[in-house]
């Protein structure tokens, strides 16, 4: 029963782990799912639908919105890949001495990547 409860538990934190790679995504997709529930309750399926969708395609459409929107899972993107590049080069993103990306900011040559390196070490021992 004790191998049982490990295996369920390495599951259970692997999944978590990989649900929190995409954060932005499930977040997004649980807010219009909980929305359209609450207004379907209250008039229905198809004017549930329309109620969720005419303000999600005007923030689409919005420039302003759009752009956020796209920079935020853009940053999200590169983050993971990131993570996944530092896993291939041996780094166990688990460890507390894994460095991780704070910020992600688009310079016109690409994206600036803002790193939290672990005490005792620097950016240019990563290279």
Do not use: H, N
């Not at 420039?63 to 940053?75: C, K, N, S, V, Y």
């Amino acid at each position: 029963m004790t191998e049982c409860k490990g295996v369920a538990e390495d599951l259970a934190s692997a999944a978590l782990r990989s649900a929190w790679g995409f954060r932005i995504e499930l977040t997004t997709l649980v807010v219009l799912a909980a929305a359209w529930t609450g207004v379907r309750l209250v008039v229905g399926p198809v004017l549930a639908s329309v109620a969720v969708a005419v303000p999600v395609a005007g923030l689409v459409a919005w420039p302003t919105f759009r752009r956020f929107a796209w920079r935020q899972l853009r940053a999200a993107s590169i983050r993971r890949r990131f993570t996944a590049g530092m896993t291939a080069a041996g780094f166990d993103p688990d460890v507390e001495g894994t460095p991780s990306v704070l910020r992600v900011t688009e310079t016109a040559a690409g994206y600036a990547l803002w790193l939290r390196v672990p005490r005792g070490s620097s950016p240019a021992q990563l290279e």
